[in-house]
Structure formats: structure tokens, C-alpha cells
């Protein structure tokens, strides 16, 4: 069996469900997952789709091709078919391990679907971990007069390993907008603030200033406003006046390593659609 | 515009979805929702369907045929079909009034989409409230000898007011085979535990006997076998060793009224589907 | 037996505790409750104990003036002492009822230590519930001419009633500094968000147009500054993009209800200490 | 400065904390954390201590032998004085490796107060983990006919390296009553269920067929009987019916890493004691 993925949106209209669900009859697929939003205060509608096809007839170069000049054409679908294929990933890190280990323990056990072709740093202080899981580990020190030089060789990485999308496990440095616009939504962050609260640098010493009772962690796709793209998922623990700067750290690692790992799951599942700096995260 | 909501089950089988939302279409209906699932386990099909018609052309009777006849044939299909109505809940009760307030405020809120004919039970203590919310009240004492006899003037209450589904807020007696045939997973009652811990009576005292550091509160369907019924919706509450039994009453009962609450409204919008003793539960 | 609560704070410093219970200890007191706090940063020494006293011989006057002038004076203590007396707490609501039953409904039930003198509201949309629990209800309609006007009405029924705290349950009015003088850090208020996210008005339409997948709701005793006071309890709840903003609203109550109950609890029960515009909440 | 910590209980009395604080006082000690318990139903007295001494004149075996002479006798206390000294922990691990990757991550970054002189396990599977965190790897197979004779290898073992305490980190085997008995609640095990729901083998399993939806994760101290040991921490996640038992098993996983980390911190802080099988928790 061939299994694809589709996801559509446009604007709402009728029969657009039973005409998506008929096409695929009619093309010999048969559907294994269906599920579709309708967000109607803009008036656009989303659905995610699963089929499955006999190998040996399926192409899916044909299926794109018929499916866009019928279909996508009439009702003004975006769209996108991807075939079940991991996604490779490039993993951003600087010093701190906590989210990298979780990610390759995962990635160890089979729980990820996806291939790490590398892993890139500012410092060298993670390369042991890289080494022990047999990962290939670039570093690429990063300072202020040699940023733009820094990304030209980050870029050039991505691209000669044919990267699908990045995630910054803990990266710490401002991606730049030429590395967001080759990966838009493609580049996953993990922010360690329950956002939009405690935007930038240092949010636990904010939230121990604030008194707040609880802490959270917020995984989003980065964009050129900072903290502020779309959300993925998010996670929260209370916290009281016995916590210390030190111990919120220490609880909010706990929190960004499964809100991270989660994020990237929903991602290679392709269970998040974007619109409007917003996301539909698919069950 | 006239709203029908579809709940169809069968053994999973190729083509189904696509055959569905065709016959839809086929009938001049646009689907506004759609959700599957699949028990691999079982290899059982579940559907959630919302479609809307024009009115002045669309009969349900006739749709209804028409579908029977054709598609639930065809594909072995069980399923139901609603129409947009109120469906009537009776409300049994005995002493404690915190399940009580909360589904009446709520109620008046008008955050339920159900009716209220009646408030039965067993004691006189909860009538003041029916009498504040205006509904009405009847007082059914159950003792051990008048236990059949009560159940028989239940019944009549229930038939004489076309009641649909029947809630047990903290009702505390147990509902006797009869009534559980007649209402065939339509009885919800809430269990003060997280099940299938600590079933039957007292279990906030069983709780802190065991020492648990989380108590929860479960929301089911009842069965012949006590508290084992399938399971709608359960919440948690963290406690320590500073909770005294008392406590966990407190804590708990906040928990119960949310907990049954939240399974009402996903009774009533008919995104409840029953098998094997468990729930399959539409987003 | 008489029981005491003592609360104290002071700059950190050798001995305080052991000179504290062997105070205690010498003027005949049993403690039955201690706990404390160190805010290492600031340095502040932070204590909460429930004592107990021979009930005949036990003069609590006495007792303040002997702490007052020995210990209180060697250590800059600053400190409060409450016999165990219900605090008289004042409702203040405007047309929203959720939070007003839900309080009133525990208040009944007698979980909640404290006596309710009046409720007031700028409306008379709710008078009928007060009405129901048979509590006093005063209508003081406020408009921007006469808001100096109405708030001198309030303190005169505030001062009359020898009112203890005052509660915002969903008030929707901004408080002046005059009655936040009178009463500080005695004004509790529940805001509808995740403070410090969404401060101000209509914090479900910015959480849903932001596309955060939790929502949050907290209480705080209110200052000057809008929605910025010290935070007492916070809870969340997990919400997705198939919520409109209606829903985030509904699901908000659940959230606004217990997190000011709770708030409300810990502030009758002496369990919250505030400084630097943060909370200490003794377990 | 020498730190100590002290746990006592006893029959609950008056005078107690003034008399224990007033004694470190007058040995020159200055207490830092107090906090204490008392269960109302079995009247016993639980308090924990945190105390400073200079360390030049401080000996801690004067100051034992003077506690129980003194204090001890009088009041009949149970008592437990540790230095600060980080306890000794035997890792016990079977096949799976996301429990110990977490621990070793901890451990590694400094989260943990405690030291791993050796991970010991029935098959060779994680070996190549413990090597690169640089920890021995002690390989003893048990079979039924084994078991006993592998015991005795266990007990030389953790006895020529003075173990404190073991912690099974999904060992997989049940541990027999000689162990136990060399080791009373200093045998820590995660179970991957919210006990007592679902004691024993396979408990996804059994969540999965009754349908629960929410599963838990517990950690306690081993005791004779399976599973019924003194509770330390648990913790829940929501499921629904879209979960494979697969799926269960992964997100268990995330579960028992945080609950069982969290135990162990709590355990080597000294925050735990045992009574009546269940246990206190300071904060």
C-alpha cells in the first residue's frame, strides 16, 4: 500500500468535503483518516486527509497532477500531498543538553519519525553527545561581525543535506530572516515562557519578579517578530514562592523537552496547518 | 437551514467515508463537520457527521429511509440520526447540592443545550433549589421494601415527560436493571474517584487510606456491574498529606461538578458513541 | 481552647524561630501549625503559626501587647495576630453570575469561613439570586459623572458593615485608589487571563486571536497599577483551534470560579502573606 | 557552616516544636526550614528540620548523643539526623532506557544530590549507555533457578559500595523480601499506572480495555506486597480513544521519567517520611 497525506485549505463553500472525499474514490484510494476545521469567523476551511492506494498502480506524481488541474483548480484549494517518508531534520544547539538528549533518546527508540542528518552548534561544548549517538556534529561559532557568514555556511549545510525543517533545541542566538523565509514554518523553536507572557531573553527571572504560580513552555514556528509566530503546543506547572530562580529553571527544563518533542511530532505527523499567525493542530 | 447530526459505527471497510459523503451530497446536503475513527484492535469504523440541508425541501423521515435503505444496507451500518433539538434530561438527586447548583447555572446560562422537565428525589432537602430555578420537583422516597414500587412511579415520570436521557447528580442510590434497560447507555452518573480505583462507596475515604497523592472524579454510563459503566470523561486534582478526608470531599466535589458537567455537554452534542464497554468521544 | 493565627515577617536573621515557639512556649501556647519562609534574594524571613491557648486564662490583648513590646520590638518583626473569627467580606458584581453562585453555593455548603454582610452591584440584574441566599443586595448604579459619588456610598456601606476584604467577582469596574487605600491588599479580584498575558479588557478575544492553545485565569489582590497586584492562584486550561472565542468564555468560567474560590479560601484561612508585590501562600 | 536535617515523629504532644527548636538553639544552631504535620486521625507529630552550626565547634555525634539523652527520651521520638553529605544510589535497570537516560541527564547537569557508584542490570542491553556516562555496569543474569544465588550477588554488591538506597528505573523483576528487609523504604520503584488502578503487569493494557481517560504514573517504596507500597509521587496525562495502547506506552514513558526523577530528588532530600504505608511530604 502507498499512504499519502493531504491537507487543503480555502475559502468555505459546499460539497468541498464530498468532492475531495469522491475524488479519492474515484482514483481508488481509500481514506483512513479524515478530519476537517472550519474557522468561521474568517471563513476558511482546513482538512487533513490520509489515503491509501495499491502500490503497484499509484503514482503519485499523477495524483498531484490530476488532483490540481480538477479540483484545486475549482474550489481555489491550497494544498499540499506528502508521501509517507521521514522528514530529515537539523538539530540548533548551543549549551544546554537537557532538549537534545530528550530528542535523541526519542529519536533512538523509534519513538520520531524523521532522520537527523546533522547537528549544528555555536560551541563545541555538545559534541560529545552528537559523538555518542553517532550523529554528525558541525560547529560553526557565531559572533557579531561574522553572523551573516555564519548563516551562509548554516544555509549551504541545510541545503546539501536536503534538510525539510530545522528545530532549535535551545539554540540561543536570533535566527535571521534569510534563514525564515528559505523555511517558513519549517523552523520550530522552543520558547521557555508560557507566551505570549515573558517575551526574550531570561523569562524565568520574569516570572520570579512577577510572583506568577505557575510556568509554562510554548513550541512555535519562528518568525521575524521574536516570541510572536504561530503556536504549536504548550505546557504549564505550578510553581510557588518556595521556587527559586534556579528551581523554575531546573522544573521549566522538564516542561521544554516535552513540549518540544511534542511540537516536532505534531510537525513530521504533518498535523499543523498556519494561517493567519495561528495554527490547526490535527488529532 | 435544517442540522442533522450522523453517528455511524460498522466493521471498517474500504470506500465507506467517500460512500457517506457522497450520498450526502447526492441528497443536497453540505457537510459542515466530519470526524472518523478507527479501533484497529476491533476493526470497527466510528463517524461523526454534521450536515445541513435547506429547509423547505429536506425531510428527515425521508433522508432517514433513503439511508437506511440504501447506504446502512450496503455497508451493515449501525447509526442515528438527530435532528437540531433539545434533547429532555431528567435530573435525579438526592442530598448534596453542589452537582445540582453548577448544572443549573449553567443551565440558565444557557451554556446547555438540553431541556429540564423535572428534578427527582429521594429526599425533600434539594426542593428549595428546583423552586428557585423554577423547575419542577418530585419527591420519590426510596426505602428498601418500596424500592420497585418507586422505581415503577420513576418510570411513569420519565414516559409521561418524554424524558431522553437522565442524569444521576450525586443521586447515591443504586439504579436497578430496569431503568438501565429502558435507557441503554442514556444514564450518566458521576463517581466521586478516579476509576476503576477505589469503586463503590466512600472512595475519598479509600483514597486517604491508600495515600495517594492525586484524586480524580469519573463520569460514565451506568451498567448492571456498579461503576464499571463506559467512561466519558475524568479530571484530577493534586492533594498531599495535609488533606484531611474533609479536604478531599471539598477538593473533590469541584471536581465532580466539572467532570459531569463537561459529560453532559458531550451527551448532548451527540459526540458520545458506545462499544465495548468503552467510548469513543468526537472532538 | 483559643486559637491564634500569627503571621511575621522581618529581615532574616539568627535565632528567630527557636525565640518565636519558646515565646510561645512561655506564654502557655501549644503550637499546632508552623511553617516558613526564606526569600534568600531579599533576604526576608517570612512565618506563619496557628497556636492554642487555655481558653480561661488566655487574654489575646494581653498577648499582643507582651509579643508586641519583647519579641516584635528585637527583631523589627512586623506582624499580625487574628483570633479564629469569620472575616466579613463584601461581594461586589455587576451582571456576570457564575462566579456569585458558585461562591454563594460554597458559602452554604459551609466551606468557606466567613460571613457575607451585603452584596453590591452597579446593576440589578443579580438582586434576585441575593435574593435567593437571603443576603442583603445594594444597588449603587455608577457613571463616569457620578463614579466619586457612588464609590463614597460604597465606603460608607463598607465602613458600616465593618467589612474585612473585599471580593471582584467579575465587578468589571476599575476600583479607585481611595477604596484600594482603605482596603490594601484586602481587594481580591479574578482576572480572566494568564497574568502577565492579556492584561485589561477582553482577554478571551486577545488569547484566541494570539492562538494560544491554553488558557489561563488568576486572581490578585488589585493596586494601582491595572491587573498588575500580587498574584494569588492561577490555573489553566487546555483549549485548541476548534474553540471560538465563545467557548474560551464558557470554559474561562470553570476556571474563574475555582481559582477565585481558591483565592478566597487561602485569604479567609490567614494563609497568604504579601510583599514586593508578590505572594507567600503558607500550606 | 554545618548543615543538618532532622525528621522526627511521634505521638502528637504540646510543647513539642518549642522544645525541639529551643534545643538547637541552645546547642547554637540556627534553624533555616521548619515545617511540620500532624494526622488528626492517628495523632502523630511529623516535623523536619533544616539546621546551621559553625562548623568548627560543631561535632555531630556530640550532638546525637545529646538529642536522644535529652529531647528523644522525653518526648519518645522517632528521629533521623543527616549530615549533607549526597546519598549513594544503586541504579537498577532491565531493557528499557528512557528512566535511566533521564536519570543520567539529571545526574550529569547536577539536578541530582547524589552519587551512582554503579548501575546493575539482568541483561546487557544498556551497557553501552552506563559506559558513556561513564558509570560501572555490574551484569547479573537471573533466571527462576538463578534468582536467589543472583540476590546474594546484588546484596555483596551494594554492600561493598555503601548503597544507600536503590531505585528500580523499570527493572522489571520483582524484588524479594531478604532485599527488602536490608533496605525498608530506600527501594524506589516507578509503576507505570495510577495506582491502585491497574496493579501488576501490563497496566497500559488494562487502561486500554476499560477505557479510561486519563492514565497515571505512580512511584513508591517496594514493600512485600506488589504494587501497595508508601506512595512518593504521581502523575497523569489525558488520553482518548485516538491512543493506541502504543501510543500509551509512549506517552507513559514521558510520565515515568518526571515522576520517578521527581521521587528521587525528593527521597535524597530528605523530604519524605514513611508511616502507616503512606508517606509525608515536606515541601
Given at each position: 500500500?502507498?499512504?499519502?497525506t493531504?491537507l487543503i485549505?480555502?475559502?468555505?463553500?459546499?460539497?468541498?468535503i464530498a468532492?475531495?472525499?469522491n475524488?479519492?474514490?474515484?482514483?481508488?484510494?481509500?481514506?483512513?483518516?479524515?478530519?476537517?476545521?472550519v474557522?468561521?469567523?474568517?471563513?476558511?476551511f482546513?482538512?487533513?486527509?490520509e489515503?491509501?492506494f495499491?502500490?503497484i498502480s499509484?503514482?503519485?506524481e499523477?495524483f498531484?497532477n490530476?488532483f490540481s488541474?480538477?479540483?484545486?483548480?475549482?474550489?481555489?484549494?491550497?494544498?499540499k500531498?506528502?508521501?509517507?517518508?521521514?522528514?530529515?531534520?537539523?538539530?540548533?544547539?548551543?549549551k544546554?543538553d537537557?532538549?537534545?538528549?530528550?530528542i535523541?533518546?526519542?529519536?533512538?527508540?523509534g519513538?520520531?519519525?524523521?532522520e537527523?542528518?546533522?547537528?549544528?552548534?555555536n560551541h563545541?561544548?555538545?559534541?560529545?553527545i552528537?559523538?555518542?549517538f553517532?550523529i554528525?556534529?558541525?560547529?560553526?561559532?557565531i559572533?557579531r561581525?561574522t553572523?551573516a557568514?555564519?548563516e551562509?555556511?548554516?544555509?549551504?549545510?541545510?541545503?546539501?543535506?536536503?534538510?525539510?525543517?530545522?528545530?532549535?533545541?535551545?539554540y540561543?542566538?536570533?535566527?535571521?530572516?534569510t534563514?525564515?523565509?528559505?523555511?517558513?514554518?519549517?523552523?520550530?523553536?522552543i520558547?521557555?515562557?508560557?507566551?505570549?507572557?515573558?517575551?526574550g531573553?531570561?523569562?524565568?527571572?520574569s516570572?520570579?519578579?512577577?510572583?506568577?504560580k505557575?510556568i509554562?513552555?510554548?513550541?512555535?514556528?519562528?518568525?521575524?517578530?521574536?516570541d510572536?509566530?504561530?503556536?504549536?503546543?504548550?505546557d504549564?506547572?505550578?510553581?510557588?514562592h518556595?521556587?527559586?530562580?534556579k528551581d523554575?529553571?531546573a522544573?521549566?527544563?522538564?516542561?521544554?523537552?516535552?513540549?518540544?518533542?511534542?511540537a516536532?511530532?505534531?510537525?513530521?505527523n504533518?498535523?499543523?496547518?498556519?494561517?493567519?499567525?495561528?495554527?490547526?493542530?490535527?488529532?
Amino acid at each position: 500500500m502507498s499512504k499519502i497525506t493531504l491537507l487543503i485549505h480555502c475559502k468555505d463553500q459546499p460539497n468541498i468535503i464530498a468532492s475531495v472525499t469522491n475524488f479519492i474514490a474515484n482514483n481508488k484510494g481509500n481514506i483512513v483518516y479524515i478530519d476537517q476545521h472550519v474557522d468561521r469567523e474568517q471563513n476558511i476551511f482546513f482538512m487533513r486527509l490520509e489515503c491509501e492506494f495499491d502500490s503497484i498502480s499509484f503514482s503519485i506524481e499523477n495524483f498531484k497532477n490530476k488532483f490540481s488541474t480538477t479540483l484545486a483548480d475549482t474550489f481555489e484549494l491550497k494544498w499540499k500531498i506528502y508521501a509517507e517518508k521521514k522528514p530529515k531534520m537539523a538539530l540548533f544547539v548551543s549549551k544546554y543538553d537537557h532538549c537534545l538528549y530528550d530528542i535523541l533518546g526519542r529519536y533512538n527508540s523509534g519513538e520520531l519519525f524523521l532522520e537527523i542528518p546533522f547537528i549544528l552548534s555555536n560551541h563545541l561544548d555538545l559534541k560529545p553527545i552528537a559523538d555518542s549517538f553517532e550523529i554528525p556534529f558541525y560547529h560553526i561559532p557565531i559572533s557579531r561581525n561574522t553572523k551573516a557568514e555564519a548563516e551562509k555556511e548554516q544555509l549551504k549545510l541545510l541545503e546539501s543535506h536536503g534538510i525539510d525543517f530545522i528545530v532549535l533545541a535551545r539554540y540561543m542566538q536570533i535566527v535571521s530572516g534569510t534563514l525564515i523565509d528559505k523555511y517558513p514554518n519549517k523552523i520550530i523553536n522552543i520558547h521557555h515562557s508560557f507566551l505570549p507572557a515573558f517575551v526574550g531573553a531570561k523569562p524565568y527571572h520574569s516570572a520570579f519578579k512577577r510572583g506568577v504560580k505557575i510556568i509554562g513552555s510554548t513550541s512555535h514556528y519562528i518568525t521575524e517578530e521574536l516570541d510572536a509566530g504561530p503556536i504549536i503546543e504548550q505546557d504549564i506547572a505550578h510553581v510557588s514562592h518556595t521556587h527559586s530562580i534556579k528551581d523554575l529553571i531546573a522544573k521549566g527544563r522538564d516542561l521544554e523537552k516535552i513540549v518540544l518533542s511534542n511540537a516536532i511530532k505534531l510537525h513530521v505527523n504533518r498535523k499543523v496547518m498556519v494561517y493567519n499567525n495561528k495554527t490547526v493542530i490535527f488529532s
